[in-house]
């Protein structure tokens, strides 16, 4: 697990946009890819360097022929995504059409490019991702990833230039939660999965990211039973970590219609081994402010 968050915190994060106006955004999240639409140009691989890649979008992009500028552009970009994305990167994709601008959906890298003839157009050029959340409410991410995603250029591919982008987008991503309060139960005669929950038969209740963002706007990234702030403890690298808990379990309400989670009211910020305490009982969950009151005296 040591060796994964390194490679994590060593890794970049990337917004790449899924056409002009999201026009690609159903088929990369069906096919787990983040795609490139250049069909004017065949694999990229074929070009063993920017300077030829630039003569190429020359020869065979209409318009484009003589502009210096733009083709620059162009081939810096077509050739981040050939060459600068590599796997275990974090990839941002913008939901943006009209329903849905304020959403991204954020995913991981999992092997190099790849380019597929046999593909529909505007998809050929490729890069394996996998979706780890599809619908992320973009106010719930950090101000300065906000603003990075929010840029008006039309940029395919460009890459989030704040400190530990990548870790924090996987932990809104994946909100670090555990047990029942994950929203996670195992299926009669299954275990339950140790950590991982991808390829795992259980039973998932869905959870609210734009809830769990408001709870911690609200209380603040520090435990409510410990006061432990991660950031003043462990630096850059704690900074935006916190488990959420939910003061009533999912799953007691996962069966009343309707319902919904208030961030105010239902959700704390904790600490996992708080979170971990919180849940120690069997027959009962613990209060917040009953588990404080067995802390002893600083």
Same mark, same amino acid.
């Given at each position: 697990?040591?060796?994964? /968050? /390194? ?20 088929? @990369?999240?069906? %096919? =787990? ?18 300077? !030829? ?9 209409? =318009? ?11 081939? =810096? ?23 849905? @601008? ?17 593909? *529909? ?8 991702? !996998? ?12 101000? &300065? ?33 555990? =047990? ?13 999965? !140790? ?6 038969? +259980?039973?998932?209740? *869905? ?10 706007? %609200? ?7 410990? @006061?432990?702030?991660? !950031? *003043? ?9 916190? $488990?959420?808990? %939910?003061? +009533?379990?999912?799953?007691? +309400? ?7 989670? @208030?961030?105010?009211? &239902? ?11 919180? $849940?120690? $009982? ?17």
């Amino acid at each position: 697990m040591a060796a994964e /968050g /390194g490679r994590l915190r060593r890794a970049k994060a990337w917004v790449v946009r899924a056409g002009e106006n999201g026009e690609y955004v159903k088929h @990369n999240l069906r %096919h =787990g890819v983040a795609t490139f639409a250049w069909d004017q140009l065949p694999d990229l691989g074929t070009y063993a360097n920017i300077d !030829e890649l630039k003569d190429g979008i020359d020869v065979l992009t209409p =318009g484009l022929e003589g502009n210096r500028h733009k083709i620059g552009s162009h081939a =810096g970009q077509l050739w981040r995504f050939r060459t600068k994305i590599k796997p275990r990167d974090i990839v941002v994709m913008p939901l943006n059409d009209r329903s849905s @601008n304020e959403y991204v959906a954020i995913g991981t890298v999992r092997g190099p490019y790849q380019f597929d003839d046999a593909q *529909e157009p505007g998809t050929l050029h490729r890069i394996p991702v !996998e979706w780890l959340d599809t619908r992320v409410h973009i106010p719930a991410l950090d101000a &300065d990833i906000r603003e990075w995603i929010r840029k008006k250029s039309r940029v395919t591919v460009r890459q989030i230039g704040v400190s530990g982008a990548a870790v924090r987008l996987v932990a809104t991503a994946v909100p670090a939660l555990s =047990g029942d309060e994950a929203g996670v139960q195992a299926l009669e005669g299954h275990a339950m999965p !140790e950590g991982a929950i991808t390829h795992a038969e +259980v039973l998932r209740y *869905e959870r609210s990211s734009s809830a769990r963002a408001a709870c911690l706007q %609200h209380f603040g990234y520090r435990c409510q039973v410990c @006061n432990l702030d991660f !950031e *003043e403890r462990y630096g850059e690298i704690g900074r935006g970590f916190m $488990h959420v808990h %939910h003061i +009533v379990p999912l799953h007691e +309400v996962a069966g009343i219609p309707n319902y919904r989670v @208030n961030p105010i009211k &239902d959700l704390r910020p904790v600490c996992p081994n708080c979170h971990a305490m919180l $849940h120690r $009982h069997k027959d009962r969950t613990l209060t917040v402010e009953e588990l404080r009151e067995l802390l002893p005296p600083e």
